[in-house]
Nanobody, 126 residues
């Protein structure tokens, strides 16, 4: 398993942008598909975006398509989530996750992920 640490969350206004980062430990980062999920208190954790091992395949939740972009830098062991045109309903704790052996979409099944970060809070004010 890899250890994951998210960063980049914060308080922004509607329409602003934010980039989340997730740094992974270990030398096998490129073996993992990576995903971003989010959770609002009282609700289940929801898929946001996923990316395969080399960045060649991605998929997104319908609610963020066209606004969010997931990418990764295997040399830096880091996955990113660029969030544009943020809305108050994007407010949540955002988690990154790693899935070994997941090579193609869908990346949306949380049960496929082996490791999870501790989460970073994103708050979007109206």
């Amino acid at each position: 398993q890899v250890q994951l640490v998210e960063s980049g969350g914060g308080l922004v206004q509607a329409g602003d942008s934010l980039r989340l980062s997730c740094a992974a430990s270990g030398r096998t980062f490129s073996l993992y598909a990576m995903g971003w999920f989010r959770q609002v208190p009282g609700h289940e954790r929801a898929f946001v975006a996923g990316i395969n091992w080399n960045g060649g395949s991605t998929n997104y939740a319908d609610s963020v398509k066209g606004r969010f972009a997931i990418s990764r830098d295997n040399d830096k062991n880091t996955v990113y989530l660029q969030m544009n045109s943020l809305k108050p309903e994007d407010t949540a704790v955002y988690y990154c996750a790693a899935a070994k052996g997941l090579y193609s979409p869908p990346f949306s099944l949380g049960s496929r992920y082996d490791s999870w970060g501790q989460g970073t809070q994103v708050t979007v004010s109206s």
